[in-house]
């Protein structure tokens, strides 16, 4: 692309436009009439007043050899130059200024289109202020000092005249020319392109009627009368009218300023002829109003100069306007495509969550009942245990996905004991290390034990992570973690004598999914979440965590988080739930899970009842005295929240019953939603039986405790 740019900024050299450009503007017999009028224009004007204003005739060639492909713009040249030729031969020139003439307006014609290519592009467009002020300098005067200088050459050997009226006439003659260039082939050009201006029209018809007029009288008062220069007049209404119009209608306007500019001049009306003259006899035989012409020259072109860049500059800023709107309206759609793919997401994350974690219900939870059977051999044991976990290895890989996915919402500080907290963190990953034959120490200096103001949710799962990390990598030795107390932050060091990582390895080592060998023959396991999900908590606790590792000598992660010590009141110990002979109701849509629920409730002694869905639940419990009711979410008729609100509008003492959540929606916002429908407590499935019976005390104790703040306002 920017070789592509450069090009059309600095074009070759070349004379006709290139074959594959499109085609616009006027055709080519269009283009001789306007060369005819022209010089039947400049003649007239030259035989009947005496004076030429402008040389618009080499202007309109030019336009139309930038303007033409090849073919149309050699015959229009062609055509021209004859014309040129045979109306010097009825003016009565003499057969030099016949030849020198005509050559002289083609060689200014050649010399501005191969710089006017060459400097302003092959598109030669003239949008812009910056090709406007190429094509002027770099072009047009240039190719106009060129001739004018070739002129006086030949005068001087043909006809010798005073240099003071020499100097006069080419001055005149680089004048008219310049300002017919600057000018008429800009306008052409603007207009052959009018169709890139469609959609750039901010005035209405009759905006545009009302701004032309204006203009057109503010002329006609200037150049209508002979008593006063306010030629100043003319200028608020053709910049209005160049911030509101496009380029093309400007230069239409600037041409119609000069038309009535130049008209009244050679008639002897307007502010240009009351210029005062200065007394040189040397040009004394040259006419007042040839002498007055610099004065126009120079106001039709400052007229020029501020008009077009105006328009040109206003247009280019609605053009980025209407772009921005464009990329804005795009960016604003992408939005809301992201945003409804999140939700989308969302949804899926939500429903993927529940199917999975149902049936992970049963697999770890008869597991579980199985191990604690009595009749079980030690072999039939083992293998119970290894379906249990493998049953927890999916559960936990699943809830590292969600958690990454989600983000893990928002961080919730709370009272918890550092020992217990660690001990459950790496419980599994001590267990793995038995098995490999590894030893595994968990060291607490002074003052790291005891309660601590962190979430210990997010805390045990970064532990959990890093300590199973460890064995993972550790073939020998084994792994030893630390913790300090450091002021009001907590210091956990994780070293393993294992494989060790390279730079390369390092640099990656908290990506998603980023594994140190992700070959087919790679010995270790895991989908590379574990360390990406620990960082993204430490991160979102306002830790830090950082690594120290080389190939074969072992690695050390050490994490920092704020967690600072505080001090928990005793509390009773709560009554076992097996000692309660509660009466519990069931609700779940799933028999399985309800025979799962079941059998763990009875090994605690206590009664239970079925539902199968929210309506059932609701009936159960307006018809008999339930003391807890562990119920489902989603289910047909009615689901669990429904339910749950149904329960809470009830009359009497079934109002105030306890209600857990046994559910496979475990997201953070499901856990929200079942607790503001005025259930007392959650817990994902899958469950075990001290998951379920540990809940059970969370919501009978919930449960109390709402009960008393409601009698008590």
Same mark, same amino acid.
């Not at 191990?371 to 039939?380: F, N, V």
């Not at 003391?627 to 009615?638: A, I, T, W």
């Given at each position: 692309m920017d070789g592509s740019g450069k090009t059309l900024r600095r074009g070759r050299w070349r004379f006709f436009r290139h074959d594959a450009g499109l085609e616009a503007g006027a055709p080519p017999w269009l283009y001789v009439l306007l060369f005819v009028a022209a010089l039947s224009l400049g003649q007239w004007s030259m035989a009947a007043l005496h004076a030429t204003v402008m040389w618009p005739a080499n202007a309109v060639l030019l336009a139309a050899v930038l303007q033409l492909p090849r073919d149309k713009a050699r015959a229009v040249l062609i055509g021209c130059v004859l014309i040129n030729l045979g109306s010097n031969i009825v003016r009565g020139d003499t057969p030099l200024f016949v030849f020198a003439n005509a050559g002289l307006n083609l060689l200014q014609v050649a010399v501005a289109t191969l710089l006017a290519r060459r400097l302003c592009g092959a598109a030669l467009d003239m949008r812009r202020p910056k090709r406007l002020f190429r094509f002027a300098v770099g072009a047009a005067i240039p190719a106009v000092a060129l001739t004018t200088v070739l002129s006086g050459l030949i005068v001087l050997l043909v006809r010798p005249m005073p240099?003071?009226?020499?100097?006069?006439?080419?001055?005149?003659?680089?004048?008219?020319?310049?300002?017919?260039m600057m000018i008429v082939t800009p306008a052409l050009l603007l207009v052959a392109r009018r169709h890139r201006f469609h959609h750039d029209a901010q005035a209405s018809r009759v905006e545009v009627g009302v701004l032309v007029g204006l203009m057109c009288?503010?002329?006609?008062?200037?150049?209508?009368? *002979? *008593?006063?220069?306010?030629?100043?007049?003319?200028?608020?209404?053709?910049?209005?009218?160049?911030?509101?119009?496009? +380029? +093309?209608? *400007?230069?239409?306007a600037v041409g119609l300023i000069s038309v009535i500019a130049v008209g009244a001049t050679l008639i002897g009306s307007g502010p240009v002829v009351l210029t005062r003259l200065s007394q040189d006899p040397a040009l004394a035989s040259i006419p007042a109003v040839m002498r007055q012409m610099n004065v126009l020259h120079l106001f039709l072109l400052t007229v020029m100069a501020t008009a077009l860049p105006i328009t040109t500059l206003s247009t280019e800023r609605r053009r980025l306007f209407a772009r921005l709107h464009d990329r804005t309206e795009t960016a604003l759609a992408a939005l809301q495509r992201a945003e409804k793919a999140d939700a989308a997401k969302s949804r899926f994350l939500a429903m993927m969550s529940h199917e999975m974690r149902t049936p992970l219900t049963g697999i770890t939870g008869y597991a579980d009942l199985l191990?604690?059977? +009595?009749?079980?051999?030690?072999?039939?044991r083992r293998q119970v245990e290894a379906v249990h976990q493998c049953g927890e290895a999916m559960l936990r890989l699943i809830e590292d996905l969600l958690e990454v996915s989600s983000g893990g919402g928002e961080v919730v500080s709370k009272p918890v004991d550092m020992r217990a907290l660690v001990d459950e963190a790496v419980r599994p990953a001590r267990e793995w290390a038995t098995i490999r034959g590894l030893d595994f120490v968990v060291d607490y200096l002074p003052g790291a034990e005891g309660a601590a103001l962190t979430d210990g949710r997010r805390l045990r799962q970064i532990l959990h992570h890093l300590g199973s990390n460890a064995v993972k990598f550790t073939g020998r030795g084994g792994v030893r973690i630390q913790v300090e107390r450091r002021d009001d932050r907590l210091r956990f060091e994780i070293h393993d004598t294992g494989c060790g990582m390279t730079e390369d390895v390092l640099a990656g080592v908290f990506s998603l999914f980023e594994q140190a060998d992700a070959t087919t023959r790679r010995a270790h396991e895991g989908a590379g979440v574990g360390l990406a999900l620990a960082k993204t908590h430490i991160d979102r606790m306002g830790g830090a965590v950082w690594v120290e590792s080389a190939p074969a000598m072992g690695t050390t992660f050490t994490v920092e988080i704020p967690a600072p010590a505080v001090e928990v009141a005793a509390t009773p110990d709560a009554l076992p739930v097996q000692d309660r002979r509660m009466r519990v109701l069931i609700v779940d849509d799933h028999p399985s899970n309800r025979d799962l629920m079941r059998i763990m409730l009875?090994?605690?002694?206590?009664? *239970?009842?079925?539902?199968?869905?929210?309506?059932?639940?609701?009936?159960?419990?307006?018809?008999?005295?339930?003391?807890?009711?562990?119920?489902?979410?989603?289910?047909?008729?009615?689901?669990g929240v429904a339910a749950t609100r149904a329960i809470r509008a009830l009359e009497g003492p079934a109002a105030e019953i306890a209600v857990l959540a046994v559910t496979a929606e475990a997201m953070p916002e499901d856990v929200a939603r079942c607790l503001t429908a005025g259930m007392d407590a959650h817990l994902a499935k899958p469950i075990t039986q001290a998951k379920l019976y540990a809940a059970m005390d969370q919501a009978m104790d919930a449960a109390e405790h709402r009960v008393d703040d409601v009698r008590a306002a």
């Open positions: 240099l003071e009226v020499l100097n006069f006439r080419l001055h005149h003659l680089f004048d008219m020319e310049l300002l017919a009288a503010a002329a006609l008062w200037a150049f209508g009368q *002979t *008593t006063a220069p306010i030629l100043f007049i003319i200028f608020p209404p053709l910049i209005l009218l160049a911030f509101r119009l496009s +380029p +093309p209608w *400007t230069a239409g191990s604690r059977h +009595p009749e079980l051999d030690a072999e039939g009875e090994a605690a002694d206590c009664e *239970t009842a079925e539902a199968c869905d929210g309506r059932e639940a609701v009936d159960a419990v307006r018809a008999g005295a339930f003391d807890l009711v562990l119920m489902d979410v989603r289910m047909p008729v009615m689901d």
